[in-house]
């Protein structure tokens, strides 16, 4: 039979040395994050108690690029250049003409994407003499990428994860506690803000909102401690941005170029860290690729939320931040794509979105979760929950082109692997999987409530 | 700071086209299988109830390499050529001059070396029109491997799981079912075996035994089903040489030749796999590495078995081996390492063995997850339990460097990753993991009542 390339490999000598900041090209840059007393936008001593001198930097660089340290990329070579595969086995499947690759950030060591971010904010901290991050994780893809940067500096790591999935996910947290993590059931005893949701319910299944809470009140308090944040931030999205350079790298190297990129979307690092640099190739006019955000339909930020300043978390101790928002304190259903349950979009993200640049899509989730079951009889690899989504806007498009007979060259996020996830595959088998509809009443009321924003 | 090499990356082009056959290299051939009542070595004939007469004709083959399919290829290529690490921040946490290469076989979509037999078991019963196959699992990874391969040959796959794993280990077993198996309970109600068990107790935990004669049973008693082993078997073992095959040509990309092989036994074809195409340089004096199998000190088959005929499974139903045996009822103590708990030993490894080619170690299995849990902070990978064994007796060797100041080449089998053995890693974590002692009176017993074998 005729040989059939399936992943496009790089050199460790091809891994990229800088980061790519989107807001330069832009038309317009993003509105800054507000303080929520004064209205004013938040400078460097507003952030520093939370976040070292480099990274509050980056968060407001107008560079284009910013070079990536030494001692990162050495870390980074452990699992990147991160493979880009031709999806022949699903495209066959399928029957259709359309050339479908999936970019793969399952092979890194927390099994997501979350590490190229997790990695540079641990050695950034460590250099500022930090001995300490807290953070929050809700089903742990984000602690256990934290919980691993922080093995590799030397730096202490504490977790308050949400207490429903502490308490039905173990493998996450056993994982974290493997890298040296020490990990937290939010609410705990530990902070004020803990204590006083425990007043009422001793057995409080948390939620991500408490959770930062507790990660960001025990920061504050402790001059050697700083807070890590695992997406929403333009640092984040930054770091996350060595995807698609690479995947720029693998695409010239077999001679094509995207016409549809598809990603799912959260807090928007994944998706955002893909899509940036050939955004960057669409402003200059050098490829024209469709680029689709694809969220739950149970968290529609993008498709139904308010383009508005709201809280980036449940108790409003964040900044006010200018983004699509469902209402901080929206509570999505139950899905099973525990890191697209965010109230939220990255205010950058959303930026992009006003600016007509991406396009966005909302499935349901028992569409994902077939396509991810399609997706790992043929290709192999079971996808996480999240990348789910993606791949069932891949395959519409791919039917579309079976119909038309367009052969579209897609290009799809598949940022991780389903291993801690496999609860949710079997409720999907087990026929237990439900769609919920998310009715206009439970849009945003909380909205009316916020402080009044000068244009 | 300097730029490490962390990964040797082939290019899909340099996949190795055969599978590697020891047996013609030796200066004598195994002692082959017999019929347990006519103690005449077993015929095809008595072989084709179960395998397809592709990997009967595999089991015996003289020649010294063998072809491997363009159809099997195809699938090898899903992760294929899999990646050889240099474990720098291991050797650096460690202090030795040492250097520690690891050939990592995780990459696979079961994560553990087992596809690499899986596929083409799949593929020969495929071609030979079967339509189902049927095999055993204990904690899963071969199941999961079975499932997948089956998945990309249309074969219906059914998995008899030992009980207590069953129970314990869901996420497997939901694995499993995400690449379309059937996995039953072991002991069954669907089989004679199984309900003869079940009759004295209806929730009996099983046996890998008990499992192995319900999936032959089923197997033999069905024309268009076939039964599947995953280890132990020459032709098993054949397939698996395509990672030190490839391993070799990595050596060779970075000008290295390894003085020292690790790799852990269970039934003996991760460590087959690896160090056959090694033993082949060996053999023709174009290296010398040392090479050592390491096993659980809880079954400790090489160490302190018996070199003798003994049954395959527990229920005495397969032909008699040639094996290192601690007798065919011989129960291992439930240690984390599933993989590692067979009775018996690969015949054509421990005639490698009884030649004085290799070397054999017996480790605890405190200290072997002690080396996991360090191999994890410093390199990121969690290993599966059974290959933290090869990773304890690399760490052993690597110490000693650092004492004597030789600046060894250690080569290391990592056969999986943890990521369904986190409970084990929790048990360590939490100071209930203990290690156990085999006593002498323990060990074979049963040999006593097998059948002499003229010599």
Known sequence: MAELQHKIVLDESQL????????????????????PGTLQPVGPADL?????????????????????????LDVYRLWRPSPLYRAHRLEKALGTPARIYYKYEGVSPA????????????????SAGVRRLTTETGAGQWGTALAFACAQFGLDCEVWQVGASYDQKPYRRIAMETYGATVHRSPSELTASGRSIRAGDAHHPGSLGIAISEAVEVAAGDPETRYALGSVLNHVLLHQTVIGEEALLQFAAVGEVPDVIVG???????????TFPFLREKLAGR???????????SCPSL?????????????????????????HDFVPDPIHAGGLRYHGMSP????VYELGLIEALALPQTECFAAGLQFARTEGIIPAPEPTHAVAACIREALACRESGEEKVILTAL?????????????????????????????????????????
């Open 348 to 351: 950058l993200l959303s930026h």
């Open 264 to 274: 799912c979307t959260g807090g928007g690092s994944n998706f955002g860290g893909l």
């Open 16 to 35: 990229p040395t800088r980061w790519y900041n989107l807001v330069p090209d832009l038309p317009s840059p993003p509105p800054p994050p507000l303080h």
């Open 111 to 126: 099994g997501s994407h979350k590490p190229n971010t997790a990695v540079p904010q641990a050695y950034y901290n460590a």
């Open 287 to 297: 490829m024209s690729p469709v680029i689709q955000a694809v969220e739950p339909a």
């Open 48 to 72: 520093a108690p939370l976040f070292p001198d480099d990274l509050i930097a980056q968060e407001v660089t107008g560079e284009r690029y910013v070079e990536i340290p030494g001692e990162v």
């Open 303 to 327: 498709t139904r939320g308010t383009y508005a300043y709201d809280f980036g978390d449940t108790a409003g101790m964040t900044p006010l931040l200018k983004m699509h928002t469902l209402g």
């Open 415 to 455: 940022c991780g692997h389903g291993h801690f996830d496999m609860p949710a595959y079997a409720a999907y088998l087990a026929d237990e999987m439900t769609d919920e509809d998310v009715t206009d009443e439970r849009l945003a009321p909380s909205l009316d409530a916020l402080p009044t924003v000068p244009a």
